[in-house]
């Protein structure tokens, strides 16, 4: 959690209005705490991912025989800018080989639509 989480009461009420939480997740639950008084325990609630900016191989590739398939399956994930899944992007995720010392020909599908955000190239 970011943000001022120490606050002096105004005629009884804090009020955190600079809070923000970092990773997306369902269940969150707050707890205030303050000298001398019972504390309190928010109900839970769920953060979600923010838009799609960026993209990142969750599974790397690997080691492979020339002409043999990679694997495990190439996995790209799209990511909100704080590391993310965005669960809503189902755009097309291409993959090229971009350092080619060999002049290699990448085959197989290189074009994949994402699901729940995660492309899987097999």
């Known amino acids: 959690m970011s943000g ?4 002096a009461a105004v005629a009884g009420v804090a009020t955190f209005s600079t809070l923000s939480i970092t990773k997306a997740g369902s269940g969150y639950v707050v707890v205030a705490t303050a000298t001398g008084l019972a504390g309190a ?5 769920d953060i979600t991912p923010g838009v799609a900016t ?53 085959s197989g599908t290189a074009v994949v639509a994402a699901v729940a955000g995660v492309a899987v190239r097999r």
């Not at 325990?41 to 609630?45: I, M």
């Open 54 to 106: 960026q993209l990142a191989f969750t599974v790397q590739p690997s080691t492979s025989v020339a002409g043999t398939t990679i694997t495990p399956a190439l996995q790209v994930t799209a990511q909100d800018a704080l590391g993310n899944t965005v669960a809503s992007f189902t755009g097309d995720v291409t993959v090229a080989i971009v350092t080619n010392p060999a002049g290699g020909v990448l």
């Open 41 to 45: 325990a928010s109900a839970g609630f």
């Open 4 to 7: 001022t989480t120490t606050v």
